[in-house]
């Protein structure tokens, strides 16, 4: 609503499959095969996917697929979105749950690549905030279970049903849970290869680069293209940074170089979605 305000103008259903470059600068974007021109364009895409695949080679010769596929990047997420016959009381509204091996864990997820017997969570249970979330009764809940990006080789179109399995099983039985299963009326899951298919993330990484010292804050990628000076990038991968005040700065300052670059009376915006849900 905000950003209809501001005259932005959103299209949904609107993959963008190009940004177009000409004689060293983005002129607009195609969307569904028809070309849409702009004075600058701003990619909140996942920063390897708009290099890789939004921008021909010939348009960024620092940044090229060797180089961009060597960066590192983190770990994925399975994810488990729940509707439950009943109430859970005990659960509070966030709750962390930590594998005794835990850093063994960490080293299966990052370095091994392998989806492990035991896992750690994050059990997210917004009806204990807001109950209008769930049906009168009922539970709405939310998991979150670090794992290996898609550099490894799970075959996730096997191992997502009794992975999902072995997490409700530990729920209802470690703990405490109880019936879980018997009283879920709604179970999605979403694996990493969601993240790639329906959210364009390189490798299925749900956190795009990895925040480690080599490529946090100035390291990352910057908020203007070093090569196309009209083109720039927001969001967790650039700078400064992952969560919600790395983004929201990051938005900040990718703002301050399109107005210092056209001016507040030359920036009329549009978005468009880069994957659709």
């Given at each position: 609503?905000?950003?209809?305000?501001?005259?932005?103008e959103?299209?949904?259903?609107?993959e963008v499959e190009?940004i177009?470059?000409?004689?060293?600068?983005?002129?607009?974007?195609?969307?569904?095969?028809?070309?849409?021109?702009?004075?600058?364009?701003?990619?909140?895409?996942?920063?390897?996917h708009?290099?890789?695949?939004?921008?021909?080679?010939?348009?960024?010769?620092?940044?090229?697929?060797?180089?961009?596929?060597?960066?590192?990047?983190?770990?994925?997420?399975?994810?488990?979105?729940?509707?439950?016959r009943?109430?859970?009381?005990?659960?509070?509204?966030?709750?962390l749950?930590?594998?005794?091996?835990?850093?063994?864990?960490?080293?299966?997820?990052?370095?091994?690549?392998?989806?492990?017997?035991?896992?750690?969570?994050?059990?997210?249970?917004?009806?204990?905030?807001?109950?209008?979330?769930?049906?009168?009764?009922?539970?709405?809940?939310y998991?979150?279970?670090p794992?290996?990006?898609?550099?490894?080789?799970i075959?996730?179109?096997?191992?997502?049903?009794?992975?999902?399995?072995?997490v409700?099983?530990?729920?209802?039985?470690?703990?405490?849970?109880?019936?879980l299963?018997?009283?879920?009326?709604?179970?999605?899951?979403?694996?990493?290869?969601?993240?790639?298919?329906?959210?364009?993330?390189?490798?299925?990484?749900?956190?795009?680069?990895?925040?480690?010292?080599?490529?946090?804050?100035?390291?990352?990628?910057?908020?203007?293209?070093?090569?196309?000076?009209?083109?720039?990038?927001?969001?967790?991968?650039?700078?400064?940074?992952?969560?919600?005040?790395?983004?929201?700065?990051?938005?900040?300052a990718t703002?301050?170089?399109v107005?210092?670059?056209?001016?507040?009376?030359?920036?009329?915006?549009?978005?468009f979605?880069?994957?659709?849900?």
């Amino acid at each position: 609503r905000v950003f209809a305000e501001l005259g932005g103008e959103i299209q949904t259903d609107a993959e963008v499959e190009e940004i177009v470059v000409e004689h060293g600068r983005t002129t607009g974007v195609m969307v569904n095969q028809k070309f849409y021109a702009a004075e600058a364009v701003v990619s909140n895409a996942d920063w390897a996917h708009t290099q890789l695949k939004l921008l021909k080679p010939e348009n960024r010769r620092k940044w090229t697929n060797r180089k961009v596929e060597r960066r590192d990047y983190a770990m994925s997420a399975f994810l488990l979105y729940l509707g439950v016959r009943r109430q859970y009381p005990q659960l509070l509204h966030h709750t962390l749950i930590l594998s005794e091996r835990y850093e063994e864990l960490v080293k299966d997820i990052f370095d091994r690549k392998i989806l492990a017997e035991d896992f750690s969570m994050y059990l997210h249970a917004p009806t204990r905030t807001d109950a209008t979330l769930a049906p009168p009764g009922c539970e709405s809940l939310y998991v979150l279970i670090p794992v290996p990006n898609l550099a490894g080789e799970i075959d996730w179109r096997r191992a997502a049903q009794p992975f999902a399995e072995r997490v409700l099983k530990f729920l209802e039985k470690d703990f405490g849970l109880e019936n879980l299963r018997q009283e879920l009326e709604v179970m999605e899951t979403f694996t990493p290869i969601d993240f790639k298919l329906r959210r364009n993330c390189h490798l299925g990484s749900a956190w795009g680069i990895e925040p480690k010292l080599t490529q946090t804050a100035y390291f990352r990628p910057h908020n203007r293209s070093e090569e196309i000076p009209n083109l720039y990038f927001v969001g967790a991968n650039t700078h400064p940074g992952a969560g919600v005040p790395g983004v929201l700065l990051s938005a900040e300052a990718t703002e301050k170089l399109v107005l210092a670059d056209l001016g507040e009376a030359g920036v009329r915006v549009a978005a468009f979605e880069t994957k659709l849900a």
